[in-house]
């Protein structure tokens, strides 16, 4: 769609949302359910309170971070990196929810190593599974401009790895020799 991408990818993780969350949380784990995230790092911690009010829900976690993504073709398009303002929603039925759109380059001026993407909306959703409890539903969609030149058949390369992520999830959660433990339940 000219200058923009968008995905959507939904499928099933046999794990619980609030591990399946745990896991996802943890950016050392990131690099093995997805192959482009190179690093990211936490510019400004918000106020979950302030957050949680503005948005009516119950948030646990909200931040400003970098995120810095490797090229999927090096030889023809360069790395990506995006500064985005971050929520994650806890709902007592154990759903985890994260909200993302791109935040002010004032938080982290752009830089020549990298393009920076720009967020329009993103999210994920890792919800219980009511045909197979234990499990996971797992929704990510994504709205975004790459910036830059990017060739068409790289465009329709990547996509449907983004839509794939649960399967990358679930294939990298499978690996593991137990489960990390659960997030908690908001009080």
């Not at 794990?15 to 990131?30: E, G, I, Q, Y």
């Not at 004032?106 to 190593?113: A, F, M, R």
């Not at 967020?119 to 890792?126: D, E, Y």
């Amino acid at each position: 769609d000219g200058d923009f991408t968008h995905t959507k990818g939904v499928g099933t993780i046999d794990a619980p949302p609030l591990n399946v969350a745990t896991f996802m949380t943890d950016p050392s784990k990131r690099s093995q359910y997805d192959d482009l995230f190179k690093r990211d790092t936490i510019l400004r911690t918000l106020d979950p309170g302030a957050v949680s009010k503005a948005l009516g829900a119950n948030v646990d976690v909200a931040d400003v971070k970098h995120v810095e993504f490797k090229s999927p073709f090096a030889m023809v398009i360069g790395p990506r990196d995006c500064v985005l303002v971050s929520c994650r929603i806890i709902d007592p039925d154990g759903t985890v929810t994260v909200i993302l759109a791109s935040a002010p380059d004032t938080y982290k001026p752009p830089t020549k190593k990298y393009v920076r993407a720009t967020v329009f909306a993103a999210g994920i959703r890792v919800a219980p599974n009511p045909a197979k409890p234990g499990t996971s539903i797992m929704s990510n969609v994504q709205m975004m401009d790459p910036n830059g030149s990017i060739p068409g058949y790289v465009i329709k390369a990547v996509a449907p790895e983004r839509c794939a992520m649960s399967a990358q999830v679930d294939a990298a959660i499978k690996k593991l020799s137990r489960l990390p433990d659960p997030l908690p339940l908001p009080p």
